[in-house]
């Protein structure tokens, strides 16, 4: 197991990317917890955490951090879009269809 303290910060979310791709999502989302205790604000950590419990077929958590995301930065088409996937995952098209289109609204032109 990676311990947190021994990641570089520097690298921190590259090591938390590399073990979701290996299967041990446990660890990263350790990582992310940890990071975003000493940093709550940092919505890059809670993306990846969104990401990492979808991971984790902990839909309703993924679903409530990607919320905030969209609240905490409402200009940002990339958390809009990310809820919009969790949103289409738990079966809310509707809800899901709204918050893509405002993804595109937000960045027309981006590619992915």
Known sequence: MVEPSE???RYEFFVTICL????RAEEALEILQKRLALEPDNHRARSLMAQTLRQLARHAEALQEARALTLADAQSSDFHA??????????????ALAEGQT????????RN
Do not use: Q, W
């Not at 979701?20 to 299967?23: A, F, K, L």
């Not at 990310?82 to 809800?95: E, H, I, P, R, T």
């Not at 993804?103 to 981006?110: C, F």
């Open 7 to 9: 990641i570089d910060p």
């Open 20 to 23: 979701r791709g290996h299967g």
């Open 82 to 95: 990310l809820y919009a996937s969790l949103l289409f995952d738990a079966g809310d098209f509707k809800a």
């Open 103 to 110: 993804a595109i609204r937000l960045e027309p032109d981006h």
